[in-house]
Nanobody
Framework: QVQLVESGGGLVQTGGSLRLSCAAS????????MGWFRQAPGKEREFVTA????????WYADYVKGRFTISKDNAKNTVYLQMNSLKPEDTAVYYC?????????????????WGQGTQVTVSS
């Protein structure tokens, strides 16, 4: 069993930055694909980014490419999401997810474990 706990959310102005962290318990963290998804009020959960188990490959949604960076520290069992140049449309609850993703990394149902989410609010 793996537990994921996000932190680092908050309120930031347009153009600002935040770094989210996702701490994982469990010995198999290093073998998992880790991803970030987000859900805004009244909208479906959407893919943000994911990183391979080795940290060597990352995937990004077009709407965050160039602004967000995902990284993974297997020694610390932690995955990070650095968010720069934030926009009001980035406002959402951000969820960390992990698992042995055999299909596309941008599909939520491919992930086995989920955190409780952390709120990110970007003011205009």
């Amino acid at each position: 069993q793996v537990q994921l706990v996000e932190s680092g959310g908050g309120l930031v102005q347009t153009g600002g930055s935040l770094r989210l962290s996702c701490a994982a318990s469990g010995r198999t963290f290093s073998s998992y694909v880790m991803g970030w998804f987000r859900q805004a009020p009244g909208k479906e959960r959407e893919f943000v980014t994911a990183i391979s188990w080795s940290g060597g490959t990352a995937w990004y949604a077009d709407y965050v490419k160039g602004r967000f960076t995902i990284s993974k520290d297997n020694a610390k069992n932690t995955v990070y999401l650095q968010m720069n140049s934030l926009k009001p449309e980035d406002t959402a609850v951000y969820y960390c997810a992990g698992g042995v993703v055999r299909g596309s990394t941008d599909v939520a149902r491919g992930y086995d474990y989920w955190g409780q989410g952390t709120q990110v609010t970007v003011s205009s």
